[in-house]
């Protein structure tokens, strides 16, 4: 008995006794697929949250999200225990462009794949001879319309239901137990298959064996375009939408066969979206609140009794029921008194964007495409290495709302776990909460900014800008402009616009620090010269007050990283100029400092061998400025060299530098000579 051929019912029956075929409803089908996979523990904005494996799988995965895959699987989890979730609908509300729509067509696409299992598999029935029967004119073969699982069938065999449990236990074994686990999922047959299953009991006069010979048992097909098993129902005009598109219709063609006119199967059900994923699949309505009124009606009764009611017929259904709806359309729904009682059937949840900007590097990877890009002439163009860091760092600041207690730049790395100086990810906490409190959801934490359809228009216009195709590379200092120009075309809203042009500037200042790093590292020739050098000032404040430090001051120690033990001797005056440059003038604030440092250092490399600290901009910062200070007489003489190329010296420093960057760096010839030239500039300066 293999997974696709039509088998009996009762081998359907013996097969779910033994175990390999499986009856479980939709939530409880989706609660095992999600949990199957395993469950992490990730810190989310200074709290403890869980990170589901499933969500983290394939090329392109949802990215963060993690408040809301737990509201989601909580919901799915608590229908599947039989909780009051599964009378009603999962909604989330959010800013267009955050990925609400990308997230649940991403479960519906795993759900297939379980479902394509064959343990996992979903069957049906279909009955057959009906012309044996009269009354069905050419109608010889009959699908169950909702795609009945045949435990349902089975449990409806009999008038009674307790006439069936005990056919159930007598023929196949079923236990008392196992009988009570099947009568958790029961629900009647729908109408035409209760009314044609009558037909056939009225004909062989009651005898199993005989209604038996006219039942067979099918796979529910998992065709995506078919809509089965997962469908999609977007919100269509407001005309020619109504509630066949959901329910179905009386067909014309089968009135021409079928003789008895209380016959519900003269209703085509298939001819609506829920008909098709009604044996255990899920019901995907893209923005719910923008159907007609009389739609989201029908939706009423479909959510709280999960039932197709046509004409008095009465179809039960087995559906997980998701929607979407964007912030905008939800609240003029909410504003509308009369509609309350749609609201309280939905389980909302509003979906913030994506506030970790190293999160969203991966986000904007998908936004910048995946295949090569080409100019308009079909030449190969490059990415500037830190056109990916730039963008998402402008789009992150303008999710971010301000706060008197952290400045926008100490929001965006604690939003990301990294370390902001003195300030804590409790302090985080605590912004989130009391803009948690907001009555309007837009002022709460990540529900605003610039979303992802925003970026992938930055990213349009930045490939089909002028000097972009000139130069065969997408310069990172171009993105700013782009997103600009997004900000002004596509931002509604003034004071939105003011605040994002704001957060423009601010990133446009990381942007420049980025730099400064960038070019260290290009004059010293050496990819992570800066970060050895901020590794070296950490090592040093630890190995300063070391018992076995000799008059030499060399201190052996043995690298985290790598096991090895290594000899680093501690340069005092280093230490000094790097602390002077962070503004520490006293020994006090210096120690205050020092401790900060190493507490990091011991809470971090035990979690994360491979930590840098190039997350602490003000450490790089000022290593960065004292190294460039030290080495070639201060940052400004080494934009003076690059900027004034007249002497011999300074082209063949220029030359060295650009061929390091070329060579080690992953620049291109445009975006060196462009990053070099923004570097000897004085704009944006924090």
Not at 579 to 608: A, H, P, W
Not at 629 to 653: P, Y
Request: contains cysteine; hydrophobic residues 35%; proline residues 3%.
């Amino acid at each position: 008995m293999n997974g696709t051929s039509t088998v009996t019912l009762r081998d359907h029956i013996a097969a779910v006794k033994e175990g390999t075929r499986r009856f479980e409803n939709a939530f409880q089908g989706v609660a095992r697929m999600i949990l199957e996979q395993g469950i992490d523990k990730v810190v989310v904005n200074g709290r403890t949250t869980y990170d589901f494996r499933i969500f983290r799988t394939g090329r392109k995965h949802p990215v963060g999200m993690y408040d809301e895959i737990n509201s989601f699987v909580s919901f799915v989890k608590d229908a599947a225990e039989g909780g009051s979730s599964k009378e009603m609908a999962f909604v989330l509300v959010g800013e267009p462009g955050n990925g609400k729509t990308f997230f649940v067509e991403y479960v519906c696409a795993r759900y297939r794949e379980f479902l394509a299992k064959p343990e996992n598999r979903r069957y049906s029935f279909r009955y057959t001879g009906m012309a044996q029967l009269g009354g069905y004119g050419k109608i010889d073969i009959i699908e169950s319309q909702t795609y009945e699982d045949p435990m349902i069938l089975a449990m409806n065999l009999y008038e009674s239901r307790n006439e069936a449990a005990e056919y159930l236990g007598k023929e196949f074994g079923f236990t008392d137990n196992e009988l009570e686990h099947l009568a958790d999922n029961y629900r009647p047959l729908g109408a035409c298959s209760s009314y044609i299953l009558n037909d056939i009991r009225n004909f062989t006069g009651g005898d199993i064996d005989e209604m038996l010979k006219f039942i067979e048992i099918i796979p529910v097909p998992l065709t995506e375009t078919l809509g089965t098993v997962t469908g999609k129902y977007a919100a269509k005009d407001k005309i020619t939408s109504s509630a066949v598109d959901l329910l179905g219709e009386e067909s014309i063609q089968r009135l021409l066969h079928i003789t008895d006119i209380n016959n519900p199967y003269r209703f085509d059900l298939r001819r609506g979206a829920l008909a098709r994923v009604a044996g255990g699949g899920i019901h995907f309505s893209d923005e719910i609140y923008k159907n007609k009124k009389d739609l989201v009606q029908v939706y009423l009764g479909v959510i709280q009794n999960r039932m197709i009611e046509i004409d008095g017929y009465r179809w039960p259904i087995d559906t997980l029921i998701i929607a979407t709806s964007n912030n905008a359309e939800f609240n003029r729904y909410l504003s509308e008194k009369e509609e309350a009682p749609i609201i309280d059937r939905c389980r909302i949840c509003y979906v913030s964007h994506n506030t970790n900007y190293r999160m969203q590097e991966q986000l904007t990877t998908y936004a910048i495409g995946g295949e090569t890009k080409t100019t308009l002439n079909r030449e190969e163009l490059h990415q500037d290495p830190n056109l990916n860091h730039a963008a998402s760092a402008g789009v992150v600041l303008t999710r971010l709302p301000r706060s008197e207690k952290l400045t926008p730049i100490e929001t965006m790395k604690l939003a990301a776990g990294e370390i902001a100086g003195e300030k804590s990810l409790k302090t985080l906490a605590e912004v989130v909460d009391i803009l948690s409190q907001e009555q309007d959801v837009t002022k709460r934490f990540g529900q605003k900014g610039l979303g992802q359809r925003n970026l992938g228009r930055a990213v349009q216009l930045l490939v089909e800008s002028s000097e972009t195709n000139e130069g065969r590379c997408m310069v990172a200092h171009d993105v700013f402009k782009a997103l600009e120009r997004i900000v002004l075309d596509y931002v509604p809203d003034q004071n939105d616009r003011a605040k994002y042009l704001e957060d423009l500037k601010i990133a446009k200042g990381l942007y420049r620090e980025r730099i400064m790093t960038e070019m260290f590292n290009a004059y010293m020739d050496e990819p992570y010269a800066i970060k050895k050098d901020v590794m070296n000032y950490v090592n040093m404040i630890i190995g300063v007050d070391a018992e076995s430090l000799g008059p030499d001051r060399m201190w052996k120690y043995k690298d985290p990283q790598t096991g090895e033990l290594k000899a680093l001797k501690i340069d005092e005056r280093y230490v000094k100029n790097v602390e002077d440059r962070l503004g520490l003038k006293t020994d006090e604030q210096r120690e205050s400092f020092r401790t900060t440092i190493r507490k990091i250092y011991g809470q971090k490399i035990s979690v994360e061998p491979t930590y840098d600290f190039m997350d602490n901009l003000d450490l790089v910062k000022a290593v960065t400025d004292v190294r460039l200070k030290s080495d070639i007489a201060g940052a400004g003489s080494l934009i003076g060299a690059l900027a004034n190329r007249t002497n011999e010296e300074n082209q063949k420093l220029y030359d060295r530098m650009v061929d390091t960057m070329l060579k080690k760096l992953g620049y291109c010839r445009t975006c060196a000579q462009k990053t070099i030239e923004y570097f000897c500039t004085q704009e944006d300066e924090i």
